[in-house]
């Protein structure tokens, strides 16, 4: 057991490398279990000494990890799938409202993220176009297409809305 070289981490690389991955892959998809394994070995690069059995240390590491991920994935989605179940809508209806809080809810999710997005900044929290393209990273001109094409669909869903509501 002495210090790993880096020609001997390539070695193992290349001779377990493979395999590692098609382990992984009873519990991940392929680009996931590939993660895993490049992380395995990056723990096994960054350690003092090389374990004193290296392809048993590799596969009950990319076990471990493939597992974990697994578990970890799943909980994010049942934690989303509650969340989404539990989630009250973006807006309160008030008796005074001229329009129908689900309409103008549906007619927001039905925008493409980004208009959504520029959307939502604009009127709800009050930004600028020039603020918003300091957030997003993107031209004000590019913004406030996004943001005029956006409002024009949801113009649109709201007056189908009322023309479909109508007695």
């Given amino acids: 057991m002495g210090q790993i070289e880096p020609n001997q981490l390539s070695r193992w690389f290349d001779a377990y490398g493979p395999g590692l991955v098609l382990y992984a892959r009873q519990w991940l998809p392929v680009g996931s279990a590939e993660d895993v394994v490049q992380d395995v070995f990056v723990r096994l690069a960054s350690q003092r000494a ?14 471990n990890a493939a597992i974990g991920r697994l578990r ?37 999710t039905s925008l493409s993220d980004e208009q959504r997005e520029v959307i939502v900044l604009r009127l709800w929290c ?14 004000v001109s590019t913004l406030f297409s996004r943001y005029k094409v956006g409002l024009a669909a ?10 479909t ?3």
């Fill in 154 to 163: 949801i113009r649109e869903r709201l007056e189908l809305s009322c023309k």
């Fill in 165 to 167: 509501n109508r007695p």
């Fill in 72 to 108: 970890s994935r799943r909980r994010r989605a049942r934690r989303e799938r509650h969340a989404a179940a539990a989630q009250p809508g973006w807006f309160e209806h008030r008796p005074d409202d001229l329009v129908d809080v689900a309409a103008v809810q549906d007619a927001l």
């Fill in 50 to 63: 090389s374990p004193a059995n290296v392809k048993a240390w590799l596969f009950r590491s990319v076990r």
């Fill in 126 to 139: 009050e930004m600028t176009l020039q603020e918003i393209a300091e957030i997003v990273g993107v031209p």
